[in-house]
């Protein structure tokens, strides 16, 4: 799966601007402020329909301009398809080969992306809702379906918390009948994708250092629940509520299910987010999102396009030599913004392309 063409009008300070990628190495350099990230995060959107800077719809948008235009030539298995995206005040427009998308399904798949930015170091050390949001995301690049489940979810939630906050415990126990049958589908998909990215993360985490550090993942359900499957997920789950319900009245809510859930990363036994340096976070979530890629590989048929912004701030020189080993092996689509190319040895591999940024406009 490869970006061909990006074509770009009034998004953020980009007022216009057309790449022809390279199908490998993509170097986006400049000064810091000028637009480098911008570039990544357009072809972030046309993949994912979301920024990953949590951005809104509206600061996306250029100043003064009514609105913005992303467009993409993506080529997956000989098939070459046109991915277009308005942004307006009120929303976004989507076309795929230039009809209309309605449903996410139809949109899904046509151009996978994983992005990495300095600030997901703070997913492992910030709170557990951000965690989560990544889990979420995770798996549900490499399965759509996912998103209905958690709709699902959410939505008898909501229910089950209104009734809590008003005082009101009339059919409550439906409610956590429900709860405990949705919440039990989100913790197993969420488990098995776990299990499956664990191996492949701990691999990737040593070729990326070349070190021997034991890097692992752990997704952490309800201590309730455990990892016991004996008696069902759904049942254990239950069983945790209704255990729970005197707190629960008392504090108005749902205290138990995924939304409590974490992920946790720990190396050579600690815990990532109390004992590792900025160099070992770093490496830990591009090796996490490397994973995720191979995953993405197997279950789509090909590898998404790997988006790495600022990736070689923090790393020392032995983790930067490895990594760039590291992506010069795997025959995948990168873009890489930098404010120093002479620091990415890639820059001289045979299939590399290098765009300088200057105030929104590519110049170089």
């Known amino acids: 799966m490869k970006v061909t063409q990006l074509r770009i009008n009034s998004f953020r300070n980009i007022s216009r601007a057309e790449l022809a990628c390279n199908h490998r190495f993509n170097i986006v350099h400049g000064a810091n402020g000028q637009g480098k990230t911008n570039l990544l995060e357009a072809i972030f959107l046309l993949g994912s329909l979301k920024s990953f800077r949590q951005a809104r719809t509206g600061d996306l948008i250029a100043w003064q301009e009514p609105e913005a235009l992303l467009r993409g030539s993506v080529e997956a ?3 070459e398809r046109q991915i277009a995206m308005h942004l307006g005040r009120q929303g976004k427009q989507v076309t795929v080969d230039n009809k209309s998308v309605n449903r996410l399904v139809d949109f899904f798949g ?30 549900f690049c490499g399965d759509v379906t996912y998103l209905s489940l958690h709709h699902a979810y959410a939505k008898v939630l909501k229910n089950r918390n ?5 005082r009101d415990y009339r059919g409550l126990e439906a409610w956590t009948e429900q709860l405990a049958l949705a919440g039990s589908r989100l913790i197993m998909r969420r488990h098995a994708f776990v299990e499956e990215i664990a191996p492949l993360f701990s691999r990737f985490y040593r070729e990326i250092t070349g070190s021997d550090e034991e890097a692992v993942v752990c997704y952490h359900p309800h201590p309730a629940i455990g990892r016991d499957q004996t008696t069902g997920v759904a049942e254990l789950l239950r069983q945790a509520l209704v255990a729970g319900a005197a707190a629960e009245r008392e504090r108005g809510t749902t205290l138990v299910g995924p939304h409590r859930d974490d992920l946790d990363f720990f190396m050579d036994g600690k815990l990532l987010r109390l004992h590792g340096s900025q160099g070992q976070l770093r490496s830990f979530v591009l090796a996490l999102k490397m994973a995720e890629i191979e995953h993405l590989r197997s279950t789509a048929g090909a590898p998404p396009v790997l988006l790495l912004d600022d990736m070689t701030a923090e790393l020392d020189r032995k983790r930067n030599l490895h990594l760039q080993q590291f992506l010069a092996d795997h025959d995948m689509q990168v873009f890489i913004t930098t404010t120093d190319p002479t620091a990415i040895p890639l820059i001289d591999a045979h299939h590399c392309s290098t765009f300088r940024v200057e105030k929104g406009s590519i110049v170089s």
Do not use: K
């Not at 997901?120 to 989560?132: A, K």
């Not at 209104?162 to 008003?166: C, E």
């Open 110 to 139: 046509v151009l996978n992306v994983v992005a990495f930015s300095p600030e997901e170091i703070f997913m492992v050390r910030g709170s557990p809702d951000n965690r989560r949001r990544y889990l979420d995301r995770a798996v």
């Open 77 to 79: 298995g000989g098939v």
């Open 162 to 166: 209104q009734l809590l906050r008003q």
